[in-house]
């Protein structure tokens, strides 16, 4: 096979032209040659590292993948959630020189809300006169060099070639490789399989793998082997391709990339049960201490508000040691519940609350602005296994974060006493304004929804400070005739940070998905999918999270809590500055769930946040009844 390869090399090349006397003599120019090797489903990444290459992690698919829709991800260069297709992906492992049922391929990627072209990567080489071909043997990954007809070439040694071999092959591959060879590798990805091992032998390439898809060492995506294939042939790469070419970062070190799957794939199974087991030991205790302790109920409801705000803080700490799932569930509980007892040892009133939720947000600011290194790992990040979200904070995050901004400011207002309207209005939206921009710009967390749902939370907040609708440490209400213009300023402040935000993104190469996915729109028709794809996800998390119990139990509270709103706003209305916070909070939560692609999942997260919040209110509020 190593022989065949070598004489595909040569079956490349192309004679420049001969003229007469004084001209150059005829040279033969070998155009590059790339090469996708699939190895056994049991390589690892040790063993392409000992081969020689550069080795990594890529991501198969968003969710659970088929090992076909892999394959077709990585001939488009773009990939969708499974569950936006309107029919599923038909079996293709048997076939030659054409992709069976292929009408049948491309009519389903037309129902995708995106710009899906299977095939695109084949056509886009050939219409540079550059042939891609796949040995028969390959059998379904022969779909990554089919072209947009779903013709396939039988291997006779194109320039863009597809084998199923061994590390062994290989090994001998590499051994005689030409210089400008580029060859990858990566071991066969399954249904049951997120991430699988990948390796890569070229010029440039001596660390580990990455990509700015990812911005992750040692982390790539099944869709970024395209442009990195166009890269190496020197042509542009369609705007239809989502992925980014791959490069090589820091030194080779194998056992970084296993650490890092170990820890990627225990997320989705760990987070929830760490998470709920935390929350009902909590409430558990603070149950307990309010029948035995009576008097002690007010100080049990402020701590277990104050343990759900550090329980992000911990699980933070929880990605940086890595630990086994009983120890980290320890850490997250036990860790969240110290704190929260030290806090209110040492704080008084809503000052307790507003150390909370500022540790816990500026912590996860630091992270971000430096790379998002634990964030990316810790239980509630963006889940980078899914292959949907690999850096920032995701919508699980948002949706606490969008809560503790505007509570924590309305608590340390409130805690700080003496502040006027004015200076309240400048706190909300001075804060909201810094943690959009730091949770959204797209060098940091390059997350649009906290574009706009923290700028939300701000202006509600500074809206009910307006003159008019409060009264501030006991001065009476006064109308005031500007109030249609402060609240028409305040309701744009989420327009502005997003512009903001598309600004920063484009003089600095951010490259966000505010900035990929809506500014570089090819049109109306883009921005339609783009929205699309969001209502037709958050429908989706919808129809999952009706499954679980939990849902339906925060929907329960959710309904008591407006039935009694107008007791429960007499709780706050001696601290109107926590009151503004708070509404601020209900209203960011709202926009979250209508903007967000998972709906129910910020529904959950940010009325649980909503729920601690109302529970410290309570607890500050003596001589008032639940």
């Known amino acids: 096979m190593a022989a065949a390869l070598a004489a595909g090399v040569l079956a490349c090349g192309w004679a420049a032209p001969a003229a007469g006397m004084g001209v150059e003599k005829p040279t033969i120019t070998l155009s590059p040659n790339v090469i996708v090797m699939v190895l056994p489903p049991d390589t690892t990444v040790g063993q392409l590292a000992a081969a020689g290459l550069s080795p990594g992690l890529m991501s198969t698919g968003i969710g659970e993948a088929p090992q ?50 299977p095939g695109l990567l084949a056509s886009s080489l050939l219409s540079r006169g550059v042939r891609s071909d796949a040995a028969a043997a390959a059998e379904s990954a022969r779909l990554m060099a089919a072209r947009r007809d779903g013709a396939v070439g039988v291997s006779n040694f194109g320039s863009f070639s597809v084998f199923a071999s061994g590390i062994g092959v290989v090994r001998k591959e590499m051994s005689r490789m030409p210089a400008d060879e580029l060859l990858i590798a990566f071991a066969e990805p399954s249904l049951d399989r997120q991430i699988v091992p990948i390796g890569i032998d070229g010029e440039g390439f001596d660390g580990n793998l990455s990509s700015d898809s990812t911005r992750t060492d040692g982390y790539v995506l099944s869709t970024d082997l ?17 992925g980014e070419p791959i490069h090589t970062s820091g ?28 929350l009902v030991a909590w409430i558990t205790v603070t149950a307990l201490v309010g029948l035995l302790f009576g008097a002690a109920r007010r100080r049990a409801l402020a701590w277990v508000a ?46 307790a609350l507003a150390i ?27 889940n980078p296994v899914f292959g949907a979200r690999f850096y920032g904070i995701g919508n699980e995050l948002e949706a606490l974060i969008a809560v503790m901004v505007p509570v924590g400011v309305g608590a340390a207002l ?19 304004a810094v943690t959009a921009l730091v949770f959204a710009v797209g060098r940091f967390g390059a997350d649009v929804g906290a574009a706009i749902v923290l700028p939300v939370g701000a202006a509600a907040a500074a809206a009910f400070l307006i003159p008019g609708t409060v009264r501030i440490h006991g001065a009476p209400a006064t109308a005031n005739p500007h109030r249609r213009t402060l609240v028409a300023l305040i309701v744009a402040a989420p327009v502005v940070v997003l512009g903001a935000v598309a600004l920063i993104d484009l003089v600095s190469g951010g490259n966000a998905h505010l900035t990929r996915s809506v500014l570089d729109a090819g ?51 001696a601290a109107p500055f926590a009151r503004a916070g708070f509404l601020g909070a209900c209203a960011a939560v709202a926009v979250g769930v209508l903007v967000n692609d998972s709906g129910a999942t910020s529904l959950v997260l940010g009325s649980l946040a909503l729920g601690a919040a109302l529970a410290f209110a309570w607890a500050q509020a003596p001589g008032t009844d639940p």
């Open 68 to 117: 076909e829709q892999t394959y077709l991800d990585i001939s488009q260069g773009n990939r969708v959630d499974d569950t936006l297709y309107d029919r599923p992906l038909p079996t293709l492992r048997s076939f030659l020189f054409r992709v069976p049922h292929w009408q049948h391929i491309v009519q389903r990627a037309g129902s995708a809300p995106a710009e899906i072209v």
């Open 226 to 242: 395209a442009p990195t294939i166009l890269r190496r042939f020197g042509l542009p790469i369609p705007a239809e391709m989502d």
């Open 251 to 278: 030194g080779i070190d194998p056992g970084s990339i296993e650490d890092l799957a170990d820890r990627m794939q225990v997320i989705p199974d760990r987070r929830a049960p760490v998470v709920i087991l935390s």
């Open 306 to 351: 104050l343990a759900f705000a550090y329980m992000p803080l911990m699980l933070l700490v929880g990605a940086a040691l890595e630990p086994s799932t009983v120890t980290e569930g320890l850490l997250v509980g036990f860790g969240s519940a110290v704190l929260a007892a030290v806090t209110l040892a040492f704080a008084r009133g809503w000052w």
């Open 356 to 382: 909370a939720c500022a540790i816990t947000v500026v912590a996860y600011a630091i992270d971000v602005i430096t790379g998002s290194e634990l964030t990316k790992l810790s239980l509630l990040g963006p």
């Open 414 to 432: 409130t805690a700080k006493g003496g502040w006027g309207r004015g200076a309240g209005i400048a706190a909300f939206l001075g804060a909201g």
């Open 523 to 573: 049109g109306a028709g883009e921005l339609a999918d783009t929205a699309q794809r969001r209502l037709e996800l958050s429908a989706h998390d919808f129809a999952q999270a009706a499954a679980n119990p939990l849902f339906w139990l925060v929907i329960a509270g959710v309904c008591a809590c407006a039935a009694r709103w107008r007791r429960i706003d007499a709780w706050m209305r």
